[in-house]
């Protein structure tokens, strides 16, 4: 069993930056799928990057390219979410996920391990 723990979210003004964390406990194999996801009130959860494990394979959502970057470090058995020049459509609660077996990362049905959640709110 694997859980996981963000942390790193809060308050940005437009044009910050903010650093999320995901600790795991427990083993990742690698070749799985690990993701952030957001979701804002009255909006389905949507996927903002992802990373395969051993593989380093990352994909973003449009609205992250260029701005947000993922990351993992294996010896600490975290992820990581660096976002740069937030804006205020950024703000929502932040889920890591991660999955059990290969899939596709782009589908939130391939996640079966999800952390509690840390908000971020982007305002001036």
């Known amino acids: 069993q694997v859980q996981l723990v963000e942390s790193g979210g809060g308050s940005a003004q437009p044009g910050g930056s903010l650093k999320l964390s995901c600790a795991a406990s427990?083993?990742?194999?690698?070749?799985?799928?690990m993701a952030w996801f957001r979701q804002s009130p009255g909006s389905e959860r949507e996927r903002v990057a992802s990373?395969?494990?051993?593989?380093?394979?990352?994909s973003y959502d449009d609205s992250a390219k260029g701005r947000f970057t993922i990351s993992r470090d294996n010896a600490k058995n975290t992820m990581y979410l660096q976002m740069n020049s937030l804006k205020p459509e950024d703000t929502a609660m932040y889920y890591c996920?991660?999955?059990?077996?290969?899939?596709?990362?782009?589908?939130?049905?391939?996640?079966?391990?999800w952390g509690q959640g840390t908000q971020v709110t982007v305002s001036s």
């Open positions: 427990g083993y990742i194999s690698n070749g799985r799928c």
């Open positions: 990373i395969v494990t051993g593989l380093s394979s990352m």
């Open positions: 996920a991660a999955s059990s077996r290969a899939g596709n990362c782009f589908r939130i049905e391939t996640y079966d391990y």
